[in-house]
């Protein structure tokens, strides 16, 4: 299913939520248009390859797709970079430390002079008449991890913060009761599990408050619409307790 979370007529930014079947994680990928120049952001692996390609039609010729962003290595990230790469004349951007971790997925050769390194506090793209940020969250939940942050449609494509559990059918849609989304969907004890410290969390709140951020939308699950629910989802996670912060000698304790 394609969601349309912005089109103005020249620029357009599109999620697709339910192309993951069987027993792979649910993910969203989502695409960015600028005067028929695409970009795709987190595609994913061999789950949703085909079925991508067959969505991508309806928005953009995939001839015309300059990068393939990676907000970092797992394979329902970019697991298919051999295939895109072997389609399409685009570059894959990924952070410093992935970079010679992705020719794993490839065969010889393939991203010899394709690959764009992100620097450790990110950089800025230019996508037909457009400029996309490309910011970090390092350890959130990996180091080198980054996200697209879209000033046209001040879309802020959050990766792994702000993921949550749900079916394809219910993912992508905006959240409409943030305290019982927290439990019914996972989203706090993902978070607890997966996000790496306060620390970390708390940095990049900071960070984000910065921009003007209408629409959070993560690479799992649901996504924060608005500024009141936008502003919900960072007060909550500028506290959120998880990983180190929660680490005990038990979790190192031998059967």
Not at 122 to 144: F, R
Not at 194 to 219: F, G, H, S
Request: net charge negative; aromatic share 10%; hydrophobic share 40%.
């Amino acid at each position: 299913m394609a969601l349309v979370l912005y089109d103005d007529g020249n620029h357009k930014c599109v999620a697709f939520t339910e192309l993951v079947q069987g027993e792979g994680i649910q993910s969203n990928q989502f695409a960015i248009i600028d005067k028929g120049d695409g970009m795709l952001l987190d595609p994913g692996g061999n789950l949703t390859y085909k079925h991508l390609i067959a969505e991508l039609a309806d928005y953009f010729l995939p001839s015309h797709t300059r990068y393939i962003f990676a907000s970092h290595q797992d394979p329902d990230i970019i697991a298919s970079a051999n295939g895109w790469l072997l389609i399409t004349d685009a570059q894959i951007i990924i952070a410093q430390e992935w970079v010679r971790f992705l020719p794993h997925f490839c065969i010889r050769g393939a991203t010899e002079g394709r690959l764009i390194p992100i620097p450790p506090r990110g950089m800025d793209i230019t996508l037909g008449q457009s400029t996309l940020k490309i910011i970090p969250a390092h350890y959130l939940h990996t180091v080198g991890f980054f996200q697209v942050y879209d000033p046209l449609s001040k879309i802020l494509f959050s990766g792994d913060i702000g993921a949550s559990l749900m079916d394809g059918h219910e993912a992508g849609k905006p959240v409409a009761d943030f305290d019982a989304h927290l439990i019914d969907s996972h989203m706090l004890g993902f978070h607890k599990r997966y996000m790496t410290n306060n620390k970390a969390c708390r940095l990049w709140v900071q960070m984000i408050r910065q921009l003007d951020v209408e629409w959070i939308v993560p690479q799992h699950g649901g996504s924060f619409k608005g500024k009141e629910m936008v502003t919900r989802f960072l007060d909550w996670f500028e506290t959120l307790e998880c990983g180190t912060d929660l680490i005990t000698a038990a979790d190192f304790t031998l059967d």
